[in-house]
């Protein structure tokens, strides 16, 4: 199994501001993805980030707005860049075991 | 693309009812089909999964059949517990790759 952690695990920040996330998983992971979970909405995969190469990012999302690190295969880190009302969400990490799919706890930002 | 259609909840129900949360899916090829939940203020859950046509995933007295013919993934319990109150979303992943592709969840509300 895998156990992930967030950092935080929830803020409340001003627009035009920007919030990094932590993601620290207790074990090496090869593939590493970030989510967001929009209110009452399904989860939206944001991009999968694998030690040693950029991002991979979804269609609708771009590195200048979500900005991830991988340094390396315990850690990842999600910026959400000039926040606006509509980055309101949860986001989550979430890693891929030989076993299974492990998620974080996630983060719940607040823009205002 | 791959998507995945649950019901809109809250499901509400009392103790001891029966449950079934209706999902169904389009995907190319075969996916594989899973179930998680999400507890309130936690991450989420992988509570059962199924890879192949007319496999049966079951775990904590939940159970779901893969129905290829008619692409769907009902979540069945037999006897509701307060204790499952929680956000249940069906999910499935492409079989070359492993993000996951979400429904939009389904709250459910057991009542003693």
């Given at each position: 199994?895998?156990?992930i952690s967030q950092k935080p695990s929830r803020d409340?920040c001003?627009?035009?501001?920007s919030l990094t996330i932590q993601c620290q998983?207790?074990?090496?992971?090869?593939?590493m993805?970030w989510y967001r979970?929009?209110?009452?909405?399904?989860?939206?995969?944001i991009a999968?980030a694998?030690?040693?190469?950029?991002?991979?990012?979804?269609?609708?999302?771009?590195?200048?707005?979500f900005p991830i690190s991988?340094?390396?295969?315990?850690f990842s880190t999600l910026t959400v860049s000039?926040m606006?009302?509509?980055d309101?969400s949860i986001y989550l990490c979430s890693?891929?075991?030989?076993?299974?799919?492990?998620?974080g706890p996630g983060t719940r930002l607040?823009?205002? | 693309?791959?998507?995945?259609?649950?019901?809109?909840?809250?499901?509400?129900?009392?103790?001891?009812?029966?449950?079934?949360?209706?999902?169904?899916?389009?995907?190319?090829?075969?996916?594989?089909?899973?179930?998680?939940?999400?507890?309130?203020?936690?991450?989420?859950?992988?509570?059962?999964?199924?890879?192949?046509?007319?496999?049966?995933?079951?775990?904590?007295?939940?159970?779901?059949?893969?129905?290829?013919?008619?692409?769907?993934?009902?979540?069945?319990?037999?006897?509701?517990?307060?204790?499952?109150?929680?956000?249940?979303?069906?999910?499935?992943?492409?079989?070359?790759?492993?993000?996951?592709?979400?429904?939009?969840?389904?709250?459910?509300?057991?009542?003693?």
């Amino acid at each position: 199994s895998a156990v992930i952690s967030q950092k935080p695990s929830r803020d409340i920040c001003q627009r035009g501001t920007s919030l990094t996330i932590q993601c620290q998983v207790d074990s090496q992971v090869t593939m590493m993805f970030w989510y967001r979970q929009q209110p009452g909405q399904s989860l939206t995969l944001i991009a999968t980030a694998n030690q040693g190469s950029e991002a991979t990012y979804e269609s609708g999302f771009v590195i200048d707005k979500f900005p991830i690190s991988r340094p390396n295969l315990t850690f990842s880190t999600l910026t959400v860049s000039n926040m606006s009302p509509e980055d309101s969400s949860i986001y989550l990490c979430s890693v891929v075991t030989i076993y299974e799919q492990y998620f974080g706890p996630g983060t719940r930002l607040t823009v205002t | 693309g791959d998507s995945v259609t649950q019901m809109e909840g809250p499901v509400t129900l009392s103790e001891e009812a029966f449950l079934t949360i209706n999902c169904t899916y389009t995907a190319t090829g075969y996916p594989s089909l899973f179930w998680y939940v999400q507890y309130p203020g936690e991450g989420l859950q992988l509570l059962l999964k199924a890879t192949k046509a007319d496999d049966k995933g079951s775990n904590k007295g939940f159970e779901a059949t893969y129905r290829k013919e008619t692409t769907s993934f009902h979540l069945e319990k037999g006897s509701v517990q307060v204790s499952d109150s929680a956000v249940y979303f069906c999910a499935l992943s492409d079989q070359r790759y492993s993000t996951l592709t979400f429904g939009k969840g389904t709250m459910l509300l057991v009542s003693p």
